[in-house]
């Protein structure tokens, strides 16, 4: 797992840690809670704490894609195909600091964010949901991993997923009061219904879960197919 760690970019030194664990979620919940300020004229802390979690769920998205798209660029990708290509212990080293990483950004920013004395039960339910949100990054990142890994533009799912992120979760708006259609695309993602819970307290968080299943059973067919594809083509190892 410390091979993974010193893998990620943001881990490199105290400044992009920095960067990639405080400031760039605080310019995030700035942003989110200015916008919404625009129309409610007042501070929503329900803004700036969905913020700061749903961010959790980003982090991992991008952690699990950059680590599996660093293997390919370094060739690691083909030995995992002779080897061993369902590794418990390379996917595992992954997940664990994955989620290390996601948890350590997410409770420095909420204990920051404690100091400013947070509504208590908002900051509870934001606790609680923490694990599903990481979860649900987990499950994407992997799906937007495997699904470029012949592409010429290793991120370009993770960008283009990423992007409708904070439309699609609701941390700006709940999604109860999007359009008909925007609500029905925004549940074909995970995040709306944990961070919905975050919010109101009363959203079926557990739906989010069914949701990943299917991201999940997605990306596993392609990593399959994927699989398949590359074992026909001679593998050089070394």
């Not at 400031?23 to 809670?33: G, M, R, T």
């Not at 600091?97 to 204990?111: C, F, I, K, M, Q």
């Not at 074909?188 to 968080?205: A, D, E, K, R």
Request: aromatic share 14%; glycine share 6%.
């Amino acid at each position: 797992m410390w091979l993974q760690l010193t893998s990620l970019p943001y881990l490199q030194n105290w400044r992009t840690g920095f960067v990639n664990f405080m400031l760039i979620p605080f310019i995030n919940l700035a942003l989110l809670v200015l916008i919404d300020s625009q129309y409610t004229h007042t501070f929503n802390w329900s803004v700036a704490v969905a913020a700061i979690v749903i961010a959790s769920g980003e982090l991992a998205m991008e952690s699990m894609t950059g680590l599996f798209v660093m293997d390919r660029d370094l060739g690691i990708d083909r030995e995992l195909l002779v080897q061993r290509p369902f590794s418990v212990a390379y996917w595992g080293a992954k997940i664990a600091a994955v989620v290390l990483t996601s948890l350590l950004s997410v409770s420095v920013n909420l204990l920051v964010l404690l100091l400013f004395n947070p509504p208590v039960q908002l900051l509870l339910r934001a606790v609680v949901m923490v694990p599903v949100l990481i979860f649900s990054g987990l499950i994407l990142g992997f799906f937007c991993g495997v699904a470029a890994w012949k592409n010429n533009n290793p991120y370009f799912y993770l960008n283009l997923i990423g992007s409708l992120t904070t439309i699609v979760s609701g941390a700006l708006v709940v999604i109860t009061k999007y359009p008909a259609w925007l609500r029905l695309f925004s549940r074909l993602f995970p995040f709306s219904q944990t961070i919905g819970f975050v919010v109101t307290g009363n959203s079926p968080w557990y739906l989010d879960l069914e949701v990943d299943l299917l991201w999940g059973m997605v990306g596993v067919t392609i990593y399959l197919l994927q699989l398949r594809t590359l074992l026909k083509r001679p593998v050089r190892v070394w």
